[in-house]
């Protein structure tokens, strides 16, 4: 791909930054993977508004937040990153409700919510993104997920017109969020409701679900959270370790030591690497169980030459 080919729009008017050539590797949690054509970051929301107006109705486009749950091929990526995390940040109380922005990150949203007396946002803690991945995927742990707390979104459209959702015009499910009617638009807020509750016992039970985190799963090295999603009825690091997967490597990707549905950089690790892991143990534990394991990361861009 040629990553140095004239931007296919000029980006006129706007107060954010419009970058070329861009390493994703600087913007996933894996630290792998090949580099974007384009990546604009917007300064606020209104700024993300009329950059979208400016961008022909050909120009692919990716939303990235912390880049927690995300691989990018060693190819690269042809088409335009949004980076969302640092600048769709607005985080406050709307009445009885939290209003955040797609930027803000699971951790500071229970943060906000314990410390407004509310409770049942403290699992958001325990998920490595921000908003706008969460609702992209339902992403949840401890057995909580996020829709169940949504009470409407924000989104975008590919023109910059900006809409509220109800969660009934999606179909939700675990680890699944389509919209009902196909359009191709971005999530940049959401309207979530939580109960009254006791803020100091909030805050330790977010201290709690960090610290379990912290002994559970490999942190200490780059990684992409969660690679499967759990199959009815089982969980898929138990398949994975009971097949004897653990520490298996391909370069410098291992399946973690600590956490079998962790898969580490253990080292200049390729997005290549990375992903013939994964589908090594699809393949040895669709062989071995039966069961075949969905990913829950979501991989994008062309493979190197």
Known sequence: MNMNEPTLFAAQGLRGELSFDVPMSRHTSWRA???????????DLADLQDFLGQVPAQEPLFAVGLGSNLLVRDGGLRGTVLLLHGALSELRMDGEMIYAQAGVAGAKLARFAASNNLCGAEFFAGIPGTLGGMLAMNAGCYGSETWQKVQRVQVLTRRGELLERTPQEYEIGYRHVAQRAVNEEFFVGAWLHFEQGDAEAARQEIKALMEKRSASQPLQLPNAGSVFRNPPGGHAAKLIEDCGL??????????????????????EATAADIENLIEEVRATVAAKTGVALHPEVRIVGEKSK
């Open 33 to 43: 993977g090949g580099a974007a054509q384009r990546l604009y970051r917007p300064a």
């Open 246 to 267: 653990k520490g298996k490597r391909i370069g410098g990707a291992q399946v973690s030591e600590k956490h079998a549905n962790f898969i580490v950089n253990a080292g």
